[in-house]
């Protein structure tokens, strides 16, 4: 298993960004899909982005695309999210995943993620 550690949440304003960071331990990460996840207050955790073990390929939530980035830089062991336009609905326990070894799975899931951040919290005030 890999260690992830989330940093880069915060508050910030209604049509704001946030850059978050997950750094992961160990010399194997640039062999895993990674993904960020998000719970807010009284919902279920919920997929937000995920990024193959190159970077060549990503995926989003339908409802955040064009909002949301995510990238990885294998070299410094570390995978992105940036976030752009945030709304108050985007206020949430962002986690960060590492999940296959150079599979790509098409449709991620949480139970596809075997490795888990301790989560940053992102508030977005209106």
């Known amino acids: 298993q890999v260690q992830l550690v989330e940093s880069g949440g915060g508050l910030v304003q209604a049509g704001g960004s946030l850059r978050l960071s997950c750094v992961a331990s160990?010399?194997?990460?640039?062999?895993?899909?990674m993904g960020w996840f998000r719970q807010a207050p009284g919902k279920e955790r919920e997929f937000v982005a995920a990024?193959?073990?190159?970077?060549?390929?990503?995926e989003y939530a339908d409802s955040l695309k064009g909002r949301f980035t995510i990238s990885r830089d294998n070299a410094k062991n570390t995978v992105y999210l940036q976030m752009s336009i945030l709304k108050p609905e985007d206020t949430a326990v962002y986690y960060c995943?590492?999940?296959?070894?150079?599979?790509?799975?098409?449709?991620?899931?949480?139970?596809?993620?075997?490795?888990w951040g301790q989560g940053t919290q992102v508030i977005v005030s209106s």
């Open positions: 990024i193959n073990w190159s970077g060549g390929t990503t």
């Open positions: 160990g010399r194997t990460f640039s062999l895993y899909v």
């Open positions: 995943a590492a999940g296959p070894l150079l599979r790509w799975v098409p449709t991620p899931r949480e139970a596809d993620f075997g490795s």
